[in-house]
């Protein structure tokens, strides 16, 4: 009889769906530094530059901190890609940084690969016809080399939810 009773209670209260945590969205801002040098070619040297390849995932919010909503948190970090596309390193840019969410930045961008930056070099080719002129130029040498960048990731609680934008 009490087994009833609980059934017909049970069936008389309206059940609460609790949602899964929020999961939130990553973007990244490129940073520019106007006292680096921007790599120019040579005369005879062509950049191909590198190209981000696809399913690179921005970073997550912490799940752990998504309750506490706490004021947006900007992470800035180098990132430093070697010359076979794969990032090699993630150094933060200020020492005062929050170390969940560089930890959260670090998880996802260390899993990033590029397309190599190449650095092609060009030469004459062989006066073939005797006019005194090249005929024509030939790729000489085609070098991958490393390359780094800046980004900026802001990590914010808009809402209830987490989100991560860049």
Known sequence: MLALAALAFIGC?????????????????????????IATPSVDEVHEPPRQLAGNAMPSYPPALVSKRLPPVSV???????????????????PD???????????????????PFVVIEWADSPD?????????????????KPFRFDMRFTFEVVNGKPKVSG
């Not at 073939?128 to 991958?144: I, M, S």
């Open 128 to 144: 073939a016809n005797g006019d005194g002129e090249p005929d024509g130029q030939h790729v000489a040498a085609e070098r991958a």
């Open 13 to 37: 209260t309206t059940a609460r769906i609790v949602p899964p945590n929020d999961v939130g969205a990553v973007t990244g801002e490129v940073l520019h530094d106007p006292a680096q040098p």
């Open 97 to 115: 940084q929050d170390e969940q969410f560089l930890a959260a930045v670090r998880a996802s961008v260390l899993t990033w690969r590029y397309e």
């Open 76 to 94: 800035s970090v180098r990132i430093v890609v070697g010359s076979d596309g794969k990032v090699a390193r993630v150094e933060p840019l200020t």
